[in-house]
């Protein structure tokens, strides 16, 4: 892996002196376009949807598209993805639906995890895609425990875990980092260094000079890379994903990029954060950069821009329209799968909310 | 059939479940070539190799961890935490990942494995190698929760627990290990989870109790017969969670009297929860009030470890309350 910050596309779309664009031919170069303009589109419209009440909850990935979009990019169809809870655009890119996504914000009955968790919490076994959950670096360990398991089956399948630079204090990214030295699996570790963990600055987590050079410690691979530029992200991990198919074990990607936006909708940043450092970093963001290479390469133009932008809002709209129409799963499904089978006590206690409904069925009409 | 000890029982049922099914995996520290501090596992690696009983770095978080990525891939991991004091690093895991997995993904994901963990005292081990930490686990949703008392079940309860796919605490009692010795049915054998066994059966009073406190309860019933006349019923749990509460009603519906006993602390522990239930489902069969005998609300001692167990004493006291309400 290559010492120091990997960038292979400038913030002004041009490429750096010396590197080479990856090889990725124009119809996938458009798709990966695609899929963060979605992302983005995607944030920006359920962001509002919360404030207008009709959802909870919201987390997006405002400016850490090319991180998430760029790295997933890199793995095939049989590999893992790991999330932590801001990589909507690794799920779309894999095919998670936009209706399957809604759902889910709505945890309504066609929700595929039942309405058992607030928004971004979803989950696809299909795709291979992880089950998401809220504690910070809990997932770290089982993408060591997945990898572990594929190089033990002798397979050459790779997993991509995902998790913030503040995930990286926590001691579940210490063992999970550990145990895949230790075993060489193949697991690749993406820390989206996004600079804040809710209010908290990069340089409260840790005194080193970066994440990447953690992984020396573990005697492991580590490279930085600027998580704004979709090549660099993609070139990186895809050296990385070969290698772990080589069988030569793990490494740890930290991608420099920003959270643009908010924590989450439960958060306002302007009480910790200044305007300038935002705006700063609003000059580096991956869209622009990727929407500006394509153009001088002549692979995409403003005609065809707004065309898609079209096509993505009357997407986005559809999938709320059908989904927000759909109502609660049955509140007998609020019973299962807590175990394989429904034990007695949760047979009871399923009677026991039956009985308060009824009577409340019974009191309204009288 | 052999005649064998806890440790021989376990080590029986794993490598038979080994050989069944080349999807379970054992992991956990000095599990591997030295089979184990309590050598449950030994001679595992030296049949299945390192691939399959995996030496680990000394992290439980590391190994629990692990073992729930290797169950989401498809495998059947069989960890192992050292002492049951030790499991808290890997709490989080259990308890937020491991025991929610099935639930949070709407069954798209499931977790089968099985935790293995000596627990309970009376091996002169203070503090750190001496907690029962079951009423943690039974209170989560999403696990079962096993603690046999003798051989037998042992080997028949953990090949249950392997098969079953569900995330299994599977709690042994260390001071039984090499103490409690029986008959044990020879290659695959498997005792159904959530089924209770009536290992005394009385008509006075009936004691509710699992793991260790089964053979404590045996001895004390044995003098309450003989020397205070009392005729006792003890049911063995062996499944704490789903527990078997038909056999415990048809029981107390026979007795009307019930004492239950563990060694975990009393506050908030597992007889809480048996008892506020058989108040729910059986008050008016009741003649006397629950009682519970339990380790009592301090950390395990050292010194008075075995006036901190439920003993025999304070049983046959229980006992006698019971019946002279």
Known sequence: MPEGLVRILRPDGKVEKGQKVPSINPKDLIHLYRVMLLNRRVDERMTTLQRQGRIGFYIGSVGEEAAIIGSAFALEEKDWIIPCYRELGAALLRGFSLFEFCCQLFGNAQDSIKGRQMPNHYASAKLRFGSISSPVGNQIPYATGIGLAARLRGTAEAVLVYFGEGATSEGDFHVAVNFAGVYKTPTIF???NNQWAISMPRELQTASKSIAIKAKAYGIEG???????????????????DRARRGEGPTLIEAVTYRLGAHSTSDDPRAYRDDEEVEGWKEKDPLCRFKLYLMAEGHWGEEKDAYLEEEIKNEIQAALKKSERIGPPSIDTMFEDVLDRVPWHLKEQLEELRRVQELDAVQQEA | MPTMNIIQAVNDALRTEMRRDDRVVILGQDVGKFGGVFRATQGLFEEFGPNRVLDTPLAEAGIIGSAIGMALYGLRPVPEIQF????????????????????????????????RTPCGGGIRGGHYHSQSPEAYFIHTPGL????????????????????????????????????????????????????????????????VTYGAVVHTTLQAAEKAAQEDGISVEIIDLRTLLPYDIDTILISVMKTGRVLIAHEAAKMCGFGAELSATLNEKALL?????????????????????????????????????????
């Not at chain 1, 490279?223 to 994903?241: C, H, K, L």
């Not at chain 2, 030790?86 to 935790?115: H, L, T, W």
């Not at chain 2, 339990?294 to 006036?307: A, K």
């Open chain 1, 223 to 241: 490279v930085q890379v600027d998580g704004n530029d979709i090549f660099g992200v993609y070139s990186v991990t895809r050296e990385a994903v």
């Open chain 1, 190 to 192: 993406l820390c989206r």
């Open chain 2, 285 to 325: 069969h009741l003649q006397a009030p629950i009682l519970r005998v339990t380790g009592f609300d301090i950390p395990f001692p050292y010194t008075f470890e075995h006036e901190y167990l439920p003993n025999e004493k304070r049983l046959r006291k229980a006992l006698q309350d019971s019946i002279n309400f």
């Open chain 2, 84 to 115: 049951a004091d030790f499991i808290y690093p890997a709490f989080d895991q259990i308890v937020n990942e491991a025991s929610k997995m099935r639930y949070r993904s709407g069954g798209q994901y499931a977790c089968p494995m099985v935790i």
């Open chain 2, 144 to 207: 079962k929760v096993v603690m046999p008392s003798n051989p037998s079940d042992a080997k028949g309860l953990l090949s249950a627990s392997i098969r079953d796919d569900n995330p299994v605490i599977f709690l042994e009692p260390k001071r039984l290990y090499r103490a409690a010795r029986g008959e044990v049915p020879e290659g695959e054998y498997v005792v159904e989870l959530g089924k209770a066994k009536v290992v005394r059966e009385g008509d006075d009073v009936t004691i």
